[in-house]
């Protein structure tokens, strides 16, 4: 009997653990995924794609570029209605709502208003909490389940960058890691998930359009933050700043691609700027990064690349599909088609996924010697500026107003 029990456990919690990893696979809990590097786990592609995909609900959410995240069974949007930000969290299989929470948003004008009025940075989800960055610097943290306010932050909403704030927060360590400030000057912040209470202040130049994130270096995690003009790595216990990297941008250029990490090395990208690598290494008790190749060619408008198998893919600031070699800066290969500026890229395993702002869902392979497309479908009637989110069999698009999902078999 006692043998007989032990193996109904030992089933029992198998069991358990692969539910959770079914769960786990489909989330995408912050910008450009749970680890910040646009990565699915779990999409099983078919062998066939439709010319069209079947839309399983659509609801209509309000303006912005945030993309959704997702976290189990629940699906989170962070958008503009009217006068109001709008946090929401609808069921996934369903699109029903679970629970809202607005407040006043900033009345924005000049060259970003017009088609572009609500938030930019996508929500970060931890610690049964969910975190946003309004369109006017205001910060506001919820409880994930009821939607209840817990605290928000409005001290940094008089000196915004050109175009309004941009970055996605970072949840790291029981911290919320923003990069705040105007034209001129900024700070990267920790505030504490729990209180809402400012942990450290790391002094630095203005905000870009970039998103921090996570490296590691000789066993220690840094944080990394690509501003106005600078790359620079940060202690995530105390906010001392470790290295710095010039990167500075000419003509009215700006840097709006968030850097990719590849090991102990950081590449970066940018409109007039090509593509660059930062080495990052121990020196003493010190770093030093210094750049370990440049493509002047090729680089990115507001496209973050996606690394895949020691080579970036991304959509140029030609509006075309490229292929370059994470370890030389050699291009592989820039497709003929133009699709658009504006383009989100996700590396769904055996294929790439890309969604520019002309909503063509285009699919293809990880070929590094080649081009190879899969299929080309359109999935919106208005402009797509979101990551499409990929959650085992379903596909999750944000256009301009109405968030839909759809089944890929």
Not at 203 to 228: E, F, N, R
Request: glycine share 10%.
């Amino acid at each position: 009997m006692k043998n007989i029990a032990r193996l109904l456990f030992s089933m029992t919690v198998i069991l358990v653990l692969i539910m959770n990893k079914t769960v786990f696979a489909q989330d995408w809990t912050q910008w450009r995924g749970a680890n910040g590097d646009g990565k699915v786990t779990g999409f099983d592609a078919p062998q066939a794609w439709p010319g069209n995909l079947p839309v399983k609900w659509k609801v209509t959410v309000g303006l912005g570029d945030a993309s959704p995240v997702i976290t189990g069974d629940k699906l989170f949007t962070f958008t503009r209605q009217g006068n109001d930000e709008v946090i929401r969290c609808v069921g996934l299989a369903t699109g029903e709502e679970v629970w809202q929470y607005k407040y006043p948003a900033l009345a924005i004008s000049g060259p970003a208003s017009s088609q572009h009025p609500g938030p930019r940075g996508t929500p970060a989800v931890g610690a049964g909490r969910i975190v946003t960055l309004g369109v006017g610097g205001v910060l506001t943290c919820l409880d994930l389940a009821k939607g209840a306010l817990l605290w928000s932050n409005e001290d940094f909403t008089k000196d915004l960058p050109p175009f309004f704030t941009g970055l996605s927060p970072l949840i790291f360590d029981g911290m919320c890691i923003v990069h705040m400030g105007g034209k001129e000057k900024g700070e990267v912040i920790a505030f504490d998930m729990k209180s809402g209470k400012q942990k450290w202040i790391c002094p630095c130049d203005a905000p870009s359009y970039a998103s921090p994130l996570i490296m590691q270096v000789k066993g220690k995690k840094q944080i990394v933050v690509l501003t106005a003009k600078n790359l620079v790595g940060i202690d995530p216990a105390k906010g001392k700043l470790l290295w710095q990297f010039a990167v500075p941008t000419e003509n009215r250029f700006y840097n709006a691609a968030s850097p990719v990490i590849n090991e102990e090395t950081v590449i970066i990208t940018g409109q007039g700027q090509g593509t660059k690598a930062v080495k990052i290494e121990k020196k003493g008790d010190g770093y030093v990064a210094g750049e370990l190749w440049k493509n002047n060619e090729l680089g990115t408008k507001w496209n973050t690349p996606v690394l895949k198998d020691g080579f970036l893919y991304g959509v140029s600031d030609g509006r075309k599909l490229f292929c370059m070699n994470a370890a030389t800066g050699k291009t592989a290969w820039i497709d003929t088609r133009l699709h658009n500026d504006f383009g989100s890229i996700v590396d769904a395993g055996s294929l790439i996924i890309a969604l520019p702002q002309t909503s063509n869902l285009v699919v293809f392979k990880p070929d590094q010697t080649s081009y190879s497309e899969v299929a080309l479908i359109k999935v919106a009637d208005t402009p797509t500026y979101s990551y499409p989110i990929l959650a085992g069999n379903k596909l999750v698009i944000k256009d301009k107003e109405s968030l839909a999902m759809m089944t890929v078999k």
